[in-house]
């Protein structure tokens, strides 16, 4: 069973960065798509970034494009999100996902991922 497991959300000024990590563990990802999604109170959960595992090929919503990094380690299982500029609006609960059966599609679409963390908070203030 996939396992992802993020870390690093915290309480940072705006401006400032973070990063965040999810650790992926129970299976072998070259064939996936990872992908980073943020909620916001009584807002839809949304796209961020995806990366393909294998390839490394990267894919950002507009909002936070030239902000925000996604990366992949493949030797620690482990994507990460690099969050610089951080601004308000950018306050939300930041959950790592999986897609398997990606075949090289970078989706921007909740619907085409099929495992989730727990999610990790990250919030921005004035």
């Known amino acids: 069973q996939v396992q992802l497991v993020e870390s690093g959300g915290g309480l940072v000024q705006a401006g400032g960065s973070l990063r965040l990590s999810c650790a992926a563990s129970g299976r072998t990802f070259s064939s996936y798509t990872m992908g980073w999604f943020r909620q916001a109170p009584g807002k839809e959960r949304e796209f961020v970034a995806a990366v393909l595992w294998l390839r490394g090929a990267t894919y950002y919503a507009d909002s936070v494009k030239g902000r925000f990094t996604i990366s992949r380690d493949i030797a620690k299982n482990t994507v990460y999100l690099q969050m610089n500029s951080l601004k308000p609006e950018d306050t939300a609960v930041y959950y790592c996902?999986?897609?398997?059966?990606?075949?090289?599609?970078?989706?921007?679409?909740?619907?085409?991922?099929?495992?989730w963390g727990q999610g990790t908070q990250v919030t921005v203030s004035t």
């Open positions: 996902a999986a897609d398997r059966t990606s075949s090289g599609r970078l989706s921007y679409s909740r619907d085409d991922y099929d495992y």
